[in-house]
């Protein structure tokens, strides 16, 4: 999956899939209100309606959006605006990845890196997104037929990009990136390990995949001790 940071304006980004947020009472953040103006309240008029009503886990998916260059739109609600936290970032973006996925899109736009978290900074909160979304996307394949991992592949989502309301927040923003892939691929190599057949993955297997990980990495050493290193050791 690639991840991309980008500025400009919400309504005007080509993409298979627009992510907004909003909070309870129908309370917009200030990038879901631009997009709600574009498009005349049409979002207001949603919310009107009843249809979603900002509480912290929900999520509504909208189609033929009058003004907006994007396919569809992915409202995900964030809870009381007043009491918006780290935990309730963390658990929308959750929410926001486990539909995007869902919906089998290839590419994606994603606003909800321009909400305020109290404490925390641009680049902890795209370390979190990104985190989230290759979480959401994680399979286990390796023992699936060459076709069928060709459907896999083709029907995942292959890119997102992250709105930021200035170019000041790029260089925070690209190093949160950073920091999601490198616990997203983590945590993906050790549910990979986890999901192995036991017959397969043995301590040899373990072992050689610890090794190989070394290889890429300059900073990591890995030492394999065998029994007899072991009883010398006791």
Known sequence: MDFNIKTGQPEKQ????LVLAIFETGKLPETTMK?????????SKIIKLGD???????????HNIPNVSADRILLIGCGKNNDFSDKAFREAMQIAALQLNKMHLQDAVCCLSELIVPEYDMSWKLQTSVFALLSGAYKFDSYKSKENKKKSLQTGLSKVTFTVTSRREVEKAEQGVKIGIALGSGVQLT??????????????????AAQKLAKSYKNLSVAVLDRKHLETLK
Do not use: E, M, W
Not at 35 to 42: C, E, M, N, R, S
């Open 14 to 17: 080509r993409t298979n899939c």
């Open 35 to 43: 997009v709600d103006a574009a498009t005349d309240g049409y979002i």
């Open 52 to 62: 979603i009503t900002g509480k912290l886990g929900q999520s509504l998916v909208l």
């Open 191 to 208: 549910k990979d390990l986890a999901n192995t057949p036991p017959n397969i993955c043995h301590p040899t297997f373990i072992a050689k």
